[in-house]
């Protein structure tokens, strides 16, 4: 148990929809890291907050946005969602923004239909 | 643009041999060279990792080895038991103010009884 805790565990939802992916990160870390894992892209960096602010962005679609929060847990916004944004969605989190190991949560499975 | 490949694909031994992981990356300001596990249904889980200020680093059955001249590291794990099977990711990160992941696209090895 890596002490990143992610919910829900799995999400069924239809095309057209907007989802939201929750990441409570270990404690202590300041840092949060979203990841999307599909079986052709693999594992592909998304989005990073450090304490509350985007650090660094990576291939994530405009129509999925993040945010962190005060109390540091962050929340993955997908919306007009299409079939092939099914995939697992992980979180990760570090101690600060460089320099430390990322451990990574349990992951959301998304599955549009 | 920044890219890690990751070799053999698939890879199967017999139990008490080694198994041997190859990655190369493309970005010379690559620093930081972590090992991930994923083991069925789990989130990617920390391994082992080096940092480019040294070339191999050892962690009971598991090694790392770095060539910064070549641009490639490895993993290498002796005496493979049947938990060992599981997808292994190798990852390249800058020690910049981000630290995102780039992920090779997985080893999934088995090791056979």
């Known amino acids: 148990d890596s002490g990143v805790t992610q919910t829900p565990k799995h999400l069924i939802t239809a095309t057209g929809q907007r989802v939201t992916l929750r990441c409570s990160p270990r404690?202590?870390?300041?840092?949060v890291y979203w990841y999307q894992q599909s079986l052709d892209q693999g594992l592909q960096f998304l989005i990073q907050?450090?304490?509350?602010?985007?650090?660094a962005k990576g291939n994530i679609l405009e129509r999925f946005s993040a945010q962190q929060f005060p109390d540091l847990h962050s929340e993955l916004n997908l919306s007009s969602l299409e079939l092939g944004d099914s995939a697992l969605y992980f979180c990760?989190?570090?101690?600060?923004?460089?320099?430390?190991?990322?451990?990574f949560g349990p992951g959301t499975r998304l599955t549009v239909l | 643009g920044e890219n890690v490949e990751q070799h053999p694909s698939t890879l199967s031994v017999q139990e008490g041999d080694s198994a041997v992981i190859k990655c190369t990356y493309s970005?010379?300001?690559?620093?930081?060279f972590p090992w991930y596990k994923q083991e069925l249904g789990k989130g990617p889980q920390l391994i082992i990792d080096?940092?480019?200020?040294?070339g191999e680093k050892k962690d009971q059955r598991i090694a790392v080895t770095l060539n910064k001249t070549a641009k490639h590291f490895s993993l290498h794990i002796t005496e493979t038991q049947p938990e060992d099977s599981a997808v292994y990711f190798c990852?390249?990160?800058?020690?910049?103010?981000?630290?995102?992941?780039?992920f090779g696209s997985g080893t999934r090895l088995l090791v056979r009884p």
């Open positions: 990760a989190s570090s101690f600060y923004s460089g320099g430390f190991e990322q451990f």
């Open positions: 080096i940092r480019s200020n040294v």
């Open positions: 404690s202590g870390d300041l840092s």
């Open positions: 907050y450090y304490n509350g602010e985007e650090r």
């Open positions: 970005d010379s300001a690559s620093n930081y």
């Open positions: 990852a390249a990160s800058r020690m910049d103010s981000s630290y995102k992941l780039i």
